[in-house]
């Protein structure tokens, strides 16, 4: 496993921002792909965001025109920049790097995730 650590999460008021990082102890240009995802309280965790190795990104629908992801090679950080947050945006995020390994699969790598609550 390679360590995964998320940062940036808290409280903030519906309408606001925050930015959500995701620092790997090792290169990330070796992922494949890197995700956010998120579970709030009794839900199924779901994926917002995704960015692959050639720059191609896709977002829930929930997060479109809303939330960018970002990969920073040099830095081995993963970025979530949240915008216009709304109450419905509250769970717990977690980092995730995808490395394929052969064609039937490969390795999933989860950071501990990080909380984040919007108040209305």
């Known amino acids: 496993q390679v360590p995964l650590v998320e940062s940036g999460g808290g409280l903030v008021q519906a309408g606001g921002s925050l930015r959500l990082s995701c620092v790997s102890s090792?290169?990330?240009?070796?992922?494949?792909?890197m995700s956010w995802y998120r579970q709030a309280p009794g839900k199924q965790r779901e994926l917002v965001a995704r960015?692959?190795?050639?720059?191609?990104?896709n977002y829930a629908d929930s997060v479109k025109g809303r939330f960018t992801i970002s990969r920073d090679n040099a830095k081995n950080t993963l970025y979530l920049q949240m915008n216009s947050l709304k109450p419905e945006d509250t769970a717990v995020y977690y980092c995730n790097a995808f490395r394929q390994v052969s064609i039937e699969g490969g390795v999933d790598h989860w950071g501990e995730g990080t909380l984040v609550t919007v108040s209305s």
């Open positions: 090792r290169s990330i240009s070796r992922f494949d792909r």
């Open positions: 960015v692959t190795s050639g720059g191609d990104t």
